[in-house]
């Protein structure tokens, strides 16, 4: 999608610490990160939330969890991390393309803020 930041970086055309990749998911560092391991992991294909999925997208929601397992295991925080998606504007979503917030690193509270 034209002027879309994640599907640039997903295509190279913005450079990210990319720290796992494959045929359908990116994942990289989070430029502000929120936690000491701050990693996002997105659907090479646009999708502007996860409310805008479909069933078409069931195979490729399951790929970006596990993606996340995987990233998890690469950063060193399999043993405690959390896994976020904030959908819509209210929830704090800024970019408008999927993407799953890998926290770590810290203790994590919660209820979250
Ligand atoms: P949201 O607020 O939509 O849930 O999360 C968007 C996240 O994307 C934020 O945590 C923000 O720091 C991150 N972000 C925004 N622009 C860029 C960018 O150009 N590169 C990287 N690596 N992260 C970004
Ligand atoms: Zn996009």
Known sequence: ????????????????????????????????????????????????????????DAELLGKLQLAAAKVAKVLKVEGAFRLVTNNGKGAGQSVDHLHYHLLGGRKLLWPPG
């Open 1 to 56: 999608m034209a002027d879309c930041i994640f599907c640039k970086i997903a295509s190279g055309e913005i450079n990210a610490k990319v720290v796992y990749d494959d045929a359908d998911v990116v994942a990289f560092l989070d430029l502000n990160p929120q936690a000491p391991t701050h990693a996002l992991i997105v659907p090479r294909r646009h999708i502007d939330r996860l409310t805008a999925a479909t069933e078409a």
